[in-house]
T-cell receptor, first 118, second 114 residues
């Protein structure tokens, strides 16, 4: 069974602070995919990034960066110089692959509510 | 590209009534997923279509729930004899299905059963 744990329920920071959201996952699949989604107050889930299990290269996109460490089963997300517009619930998610017997359905963590105060 | 759309965005119904939700995926996306999200939780998988074939249903999908995707285009999710425990956000997502398996979500339908 797949499992995603986001231990941080809520985080509150002041604008311009850096913030890291933690994600730990469990899976028996050898090939899998990790995702981060953002859910602003409007409710729509917005895709941020996808990483493949065979590619541990970390990635930076503007103020966002992701640290994927297979050895610790973690896929953490950092926002640099946070802004008020970053306030949202952030979800980490995991999917398997057809070769692993899965159907790409997503298993989500419970989410981390990030509040960025001015 | 037009994103995933869902209709209605909000639905209030009385216990025991039937409701139907519609999802229009991104064009040319052949995989379509339904999820349910309750307050303070992450979305949970309900069911999945590849084209018009429903390939998997979660244990969460009781006999009162039925989903269809005629002709492999839009999908409907029907809940019969609604219960208060059905109150949730129902999310639809679609993906291209050619190994590029990023799922793009619609705005959701928020259901309140009184």
């Amino acid at each position: 069974a797949q499992k995603v744990t986001q231990a941080q329920t809520e985080i509150s920071v002041v604008e311009k602070e850096d913030v890291t959201l933690d994600c730990v996952y469990e899976t028996r699949d050898t090939t899998y995919y990790l995702f981060w989604y953002k859910q602003p107050p409007s409710g729509e889930l917005v895709f941020l990034i996808r990483r493949n299990s065979f590619d541990e290269q970390n990635e930076i996109s503007g103020r966002y960066s992701w640290n994927f460490q297979k050895s610790t089963s973690s896929f953490n997300f950092t926002i640099t110089a946070s802004q008020v517009v970053d306030s949202a619930v952030y979800f980490c998610a995991l999917s398997g692959s057809f070769t692993g017997g899965s159907n790409y359905k997503l298993t989500f963590g419970k989410g981390t509510l990030l509040t960025v105060n001015p | 590209d037009t994103g995933v759309s869902q209709d209605p965005r909000h639905k209030i119904t009385k216990r025991g009534q039937n409701v139907t939700f519609r999802c229009d995926p991104i064009s040319e996306h052949n995989r379509l997923y339904w999820y349910r999200q309750t307050l303070g939780q992450g979305p949970e998988f309900l069911t999945y279509f590849q084209n018009e074939a429903q390939l998997e249903k979660s244990r969460l999908l009781s006999d009162r729930f039925s989903a269809e995707r005629p002709k492999g285009s839009f999908s409907t999710l029907e809940i019969q004899r609604t219960e208060q425990g059905d109150s949730a956000m129902y999310l639809c997502a679609s993906s291209l299905g050619t190994g590029k398996e990023t799922q793009y979500f619609g705005p959701g339908t928020r259901l309140l059963v009184l």
